[in-house]
């Protein structure tokens, strides 16, 4: 299926053929299956799950444990193995919360990360009073690795959390360097895969080896609402949110939580949201996905030459399925201003990753465009054409 003919797929181009979305990062936009699915659920399948022994139950709980198995499978492992959350904000806090109550020496993190996987982290070496080691960019390895390394061997790292495909620079670290590296030291290592997760398709979770993996569903075609969290031993891990649902007995003085993934799900679980995004991956596993994502690294090259030739620095290097740029003496707020009012939709801002804009000395917003699975030859000449219309006007 070529980029153009997957248009097809995503209903709101039916609506405005020229809209050129280049906001993935932030939110993909929704296939037709995803709609169809979630509709079907709510109209003739919603029920509790795992709470009732009556029909309409049983279906929620079989699609929602199905879903599991979905997605369980396109991550190369099983279902016991991953917990749903409510997106990748939520997964990394519920690991901090855990380690909350952990003895653990220090914590590596990086200064690219997303402020979803870098907060929870510097709240929690704050609150345990242990060291925050924070790994400089490298524009070849993504994180200085002699840094991660002398830090690790100081025997102040027991849990290393770092971006597998940074929001901003597009850029990837070698991750299984830097498990290798982490379990050398007997220290645990988390990935953040929530843009990692949408343009790589043969991602074997046990095979990377990582203690800890987390998304969110809505950057990957599916709905807002839902994440995953992988854990790889699980075992004995006893979660640090409680409620309804995650537990086979409680005491008014004592409680036996249900083992993971259900220990791990507190509450009524994000059941549509789970079956629609289980939806979605088996998608994505029946299209070419593979050959759509060459595709956008294709049209990704060619979009950053053409920016390129208009003034733009790009940041970072080895940008993969995005990028961020600014221009000389132009503001990106009043760029991406001009282009949205042409139907182009890029970014201004920073991102949530400012210790990243302050490292790189950008005190002022950057603009990012971010590709999808829909975005076509078209769109990137669109752009380019409004672009270069856009900066005669600012400059
Ligand atoms: C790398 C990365 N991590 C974490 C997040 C947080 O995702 P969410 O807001 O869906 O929880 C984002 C969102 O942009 C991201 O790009």
């Not at 980029?3 to 609506?15: A, D, G, L, Q, V």
């Amino acid at each position: 299926m070529s980029n153009r003919t997957m248009k097809e797929n995503f209903p709101i181009f039916s609506k405005n053929p020229n809209l050129r979305y280049f906001d993935s990062a932030a939110t993909a936009l929704k296939p037709q299956i995803l709609i169809d699915v979630l509709s079907s659920f709510y109209a003739y399948e919603n029920g509790p799950v795992h709470r009732a022994g009556y029909a309409l139950a049983n279906t929620a709980s079989d699609l929602y444990e199905n879903a599991r198995e979905i997605i369980a499978t396109y991550l190369g492992t099983q279902k016991d193995h991953i917990a749903f959350t409510s997106g990748a904000t939520d997964g990394l806090n519920k690991l901090a919360l855990y380690y909350r109550s952990k003895p653990i020496k220090g914590i590596l993190t990086s200064e690219i990360e997303h402020h979803s996987n870098f907060l929870p982290w510097m709240a929690l070496a704050q609150e345990k009073n242990i060291p925050l080691h924070i790994a400089p960019y490298h524009a070849k390895d993504f994180v200085d690795l002699d840094f991660v390394e002398e830090k690790l061997k100081s025997g102040t790292v027991s849990l290393i959390a770092l971006s597998a495909l940074s929001n901003v620079l597009g850029q990837k670290p070698d991750l299984k360097k830097l498990v290798a590296l982490a379990h050398q030291y007997d220290a645990k290592i988390i990935f953040d895969g929530t843009q990692h997760i949408c343009h790589n398709t043969d991602i074997s979770l046990p095979d990377l080896d990582c203690d800890y993996y987390v998304f969110s569903g809505h950057k990957l075609y599916g709905p807002t609402g839902v994440g995953v969290l992988y854990i790889k031993d699980p075992a004995n891990m006893i979660s640090p949110f409680l409620g309804g649902g995650m537990i086979s007995d409680v005491q008014t003085d004592s409680f036996t939580p249900e083992p993971f993934p259900q220990g791990w799900e507190a509450g009524t679980p994000v059941v549509a949201q789970a079956i629609g995004l289980a939806a979605v991956v088996k998608w994505l596993s029946d299209i070419d996905f593979s050959g759509i994502l060459q595709a956008e690294e294709k049209l990704l090259t060619s979009l950053k030459t053409g920016l390129e030739n208009q003034g733009g620095l790009i940041l970072g290097s080895g940008n993969k399925s995005l990028l961020s740029c600014r221009f000389d003496g132009v503001s990106a707020t009043d760029l991406a201003s001009l282009l949205g009012m042409k139907d182009v939709c890029v970014r201004a801002g920073k991102h949530c990753a400012h210790p990243l804009h302050c490292s790189m000395n950008l005190s002022k917003p950057s603009l990012r465009f971010s590709l999808g699975m829909y975005n076509t030859k078209e769109d990137v000449d669109a752009t380019l054409y409004e672009t270069e219309k856009a900066l005669g006007k600012l400059r």
